[in-house]
């Protein structure tokens, strides 16, 4: 597909366990950030990708949270040990260039719920 | 610590008039704002955006407006349709090429027919 793809959609996992989610930004998009929305809450970043520079980390709440990226392609976000405060829906978006803030396509997003 | 405030959680408007979705920020870093468009199980769509420079942008039905002094940020969709329910997200940015957006927590528009 041309968009942004997620997987999975939905996760439901139980505290304590790791998840892993993917994201698929479009291709030939550099640029690659999450974001995470907690239920009533407004987008929250996370993490940035650009190329092979070092990631922009500054959002990541807690240790227990880590993404990586290879090259311009596929990221994953990792959430160890997860408490039920990680549920929310996950989101990524990618740009083509670094900083085109208003060219940001998002993903569906993955639903993520911790009992 | 929200730095972008959408106050209004929810507005109903009929269809052909007005919608006005407002926004307040207050980190007078920003200046770059953006609306993006959420309809359910998709991920936001970016709609309008406008530079600190500018008070005000048109796109067709959409127009944001930028009060800097107030800190205060709308956009206005006229005439409204149904197809505009969804909902709307207010966003800032320390410069157009930041890294990351501040969002607001999201007004639902409701288009009535």
Same mark, same amino acid.
């Given at each position: 597909?041309?968009?942004?793809?997620?997987? $999975?959609?939905?996760?439901?996992?139980?505290?304590? /366990?790791?998840? &892993? *989610?993917?994201?698929? $930004?479009?291709?030939?998009?550099?640029?690659?950030?999450?974001?995470?929305? %907690?239920?009533?809450?407004? *987008?929250?970043?996370?993490?940035?990708?650009?190329?092979?520079?070092? $990631?922009? /980390?500054?959002?990541?709440?807690?240790?227990?949270?880590?993404?990586?990226?290879?090259?311009?392609?596929?990221?994953?976000?990792?959430?160890? %040990?997860?408490?039920? &405060?990680?549920?929310?829906?996950? *989101?990524?978006?990618?740009?083509?260039?670094?900083?085109q803030a208003g060219?940001?396509?998002?993903? $569906?997003?993955? %639903?993520?719920?911790? *009992? | 610590?929200?730095?972008?405030?959408?106050?209004?959680?929810?507005?109903?408007?009929?269809?052909?008039?007005?919608?006005?979705?407002?926004?307040?920020?207050?980190?007078?870093?920003?200046?770059?704002?953006?609306?993006?468009?959420?309809?359910?199980?998709?991920?936001?769509?970016?709609?309008?955006?406008?530079?600190?420079?500018?008070?005000?942008?048109?796109?067709?039905?959409?127009?944001?407006?930028?009060?800097?002094?107030?800190?205060?940020?709308?956009?206005?969709?006229?005439?409204?349709?149904?197809?505009?329910?969804?909902?709307?997200?207010?966003?800032?940015t320390?410069?157009?090429?930041?890294?990351?957006l501040?969002?607001?927590?999201?007004?639902?528009?409701?288009?009535?027919?």
């Open positions: 597909g041309a968009g942004v793809s997620q997987s $999975p959609s939905n996760k439901v996992t139980e505290k304590g /366990k790791d998840v &892993e *989610l993917r994201c698929d $930004p479009i291709s030939g998009h550099t640029a690659l950030y999450w974001y995470r929305q %907690r239920l009533g809450q407004g *987008l929250e970043f996370l993490i940035y990708f650009q190329g092979n520079s070092a $990631p922009d /980390k500054s959002g990541l709440p807690s240790d227990r949270f880590s993404a990586e990226r290879t090259g311009e392609s596929v990221s994953t976000l990792t959430i160890q %040990r997860t408490q039920q &405060e990680d549920s929310a829906v996950y *989101l990524c978006a990618s740009s083509l260039v670094r900083g060219a940001q396509y998002f993903g $569906p997003g993955t %639903r993520l719920l911790v *009992l | 610590d929200q730095q972008v405030k959408q106050n209004s959680p929810s507005l109903s408007v009929q269809e052909g008039r007005i919608s006005i979705l407002n926004c307040d920020y207050t980190n007078s870093m920003f200046d770059y704002f953006l609306w993006y468009k959420k309809y359910p199980a998709e991920g936001p769509t970016f709609l309008i955006s406008i530079s600190s420079i500018k008070d005000k942008n048109e796109d067709g039905r959409f127009t944001v407006f930028l009060n800097k002094s107030a800190k205060h940020l709308s956009l206005h969709i006229v005439p409204s349709q149904p197809g505009d329910s969804a909902v709307y997200f207010c966003a800032a320390p410069g157009k090429g930041a890294n990351n501040f969002f607001g927590t999201g007004t639902r528009l409701t288009v009535i027919p």
